[in-house]
């Protein structure tokens, strides 16, 4: 990154490159503490497969470490992350499109964390719920998948639009088509 | 509070709950040090395309520049400054044909969704330029290889080597550009579809 590339000069206000590398790699981890969940279900709406999944959530990871020294704070910190995932999953999602099998995924994505239950029946039941609201999501046109991604991360519509360049009225119209999508897809499964 | 915000409510409540050893693992070091040495590398990648662009071309001209020196003077100058000439056009072109397009990924979707059609369209430039190009090349190379070739003796095997390799070049560039616009105009028409999406009016 800009500030390793520098690490032994001084900028002009005197202040040492080495102490801005080291806020900016703080304020990476920072981020990536707070927001790195809501990140890793940005990346599950754009791919169901674990592995790739993964790939794509460490893609997004270098895109805001890249990003990060750019970042002047005309947004929330959170809104600045979730554009660049939400970009990076567009992104992400032309070059992978129609690579997976969704079942075979979800059977995998099981696996992967049944190490991690306490009680095996409540929270396969929860899981399963998760899941099926995933792929609901992920069964949404572009658009309509990330307002509904980002309102259901409790995004305000101001911060909505903020993330995909849109204005508050247009979010909240479009938000209330997209919950009815995702209210029918939920209830019929189509 | 109406039935449908506690519906939302409870959608919100199922999508934040995750595990949380499957979410919360922060980059280990060695992930860390992968991302870094990506960075360092992406960050020097441009660099790198321009200077190996520049110095694949220096090398041709010294190349060229050997090879016309084993010519009668007349024609190992007409060569070697017909070559300059494309070398600069086809340089020039791709340097204008990049103006604009190297922006920071931090901006919204809706423009992040513009700078990629943008850069489609770049590349459908560069690919109506390719055949152009193609045809100015071969526009001098044909005639000035005949002019060579019949100033001096030639064997049979020099006339087929020289027009084979020409033959064997424009055909690869052709099947490459056929290609490549597949794919692009495809990759076009998937961003287009979502910048309707964004650009729809609420």
């Not at chain 2, 007349?74 to 990049?98: K, Q, Y």
């Not at chain 2, 190379?141 to 019949?150: E, F, G, K, N, Y």
Request: proline content about 4%.
């Amino acid at each position: 990154m800009s500030g390793s590339s520098s690490a032994v000069s001084t900028n002009p206000e005197g202040v040492d490159s080495l102490d801005v590398s080291r806020a900016l790699e703080e304020r990476y981890d920072r981020i990536l503490r707070e927001h790195g969940p809501a990140l890793r279900r940005v990346a599950a709406i754009y791919e169901a497969d674990p592995a790739r999944r993964e790939d794509l959530f460490q893609d997004v990871c270098l895109a805001l470490w890249q990003a990060l020294p750019r970042f002047r704070g005309d947004c929330s910190e959170r809104t600045f992350a979730f554009r660049i995932a939400h970009n990076r999953g567009l992104s992400h999602g032309w070059k992978a499109r129609g690579t997976m099998i969704p079942g075979t995924a979800a059977l995998e994505e099981a696996e992967e964390i049944a190490d991690h239950r306490h009680d095996p029946e409540s929270e396969l039941y929860e899981r399963d719920r998760r899941e099926r609201l995933r792929e609901a999501v992920r069964r949404l046109p572009p658009v309509a998948r990330q307002v509904v991604a980002l309102s259901l991360e409790g995004l305000s519509h101001r911060e909505i639009g903020e993330v995909l360049g849109l204005t508050e009225n247009n979010v909240a119209v479009r938000l209330t088509r997209a919950r009815k999508l995702l209210r029918q897809i939920l209830e019929t499964g189509k | 509070m109406n039935a449908m915000d506690h519906e939302w409510r409870d959608l919100m409540a199922d999508w934040q709950s995750e595990p949380e050893e499957a979410v919360s693992s922060p980059l280990s070091e060695e992930t860390r040090k992968r991302i870094r040495r990506k960075v360092q590398r992406h960050g020097h990648w441009m660099v790198l395309l321009t200077l190996s662009e520049l110095t694949g071309c220096a090398a041709m001209l010294v190349w060229i520049w050997k090879e016309s020196l084993e010519q009668p003077r007349a024609i190992g100058t007409v060569g070697f400054v017909g070559t300059v000439i494309l070398i600069v056009v086809a340089l020039a072109f791709s340097f204008w044909n990049r103006r604009g397009t190297w922006k920071p990924a931090t901006e919204s979707t809706r423009t992040f969704v513009e700078l990629s059609l943008e850069r489609q369209r770049r590349k459908l430039a560069a690919l109506r330029f390719c055949p152009w190009f193609l045809a100015l090349e071969l526009a001098f190379l044909i005639p000035w290889s005949i002019w060579a070739l019949v100033s001096q003796p030639s064997e049979p095997w020099r006339w087929l080597f020289a027009f084979g390799w020409m033959a064997g070049m424009s055909a690869l560039m052709l099947a490459w550009w056929a290609w490549y616009k597949r794919k692009t105009l495809r990759e076009m028409a998937e961003w287009e579809e979502l910048w309707r999406g964004l650009h729809e009016s609420g």
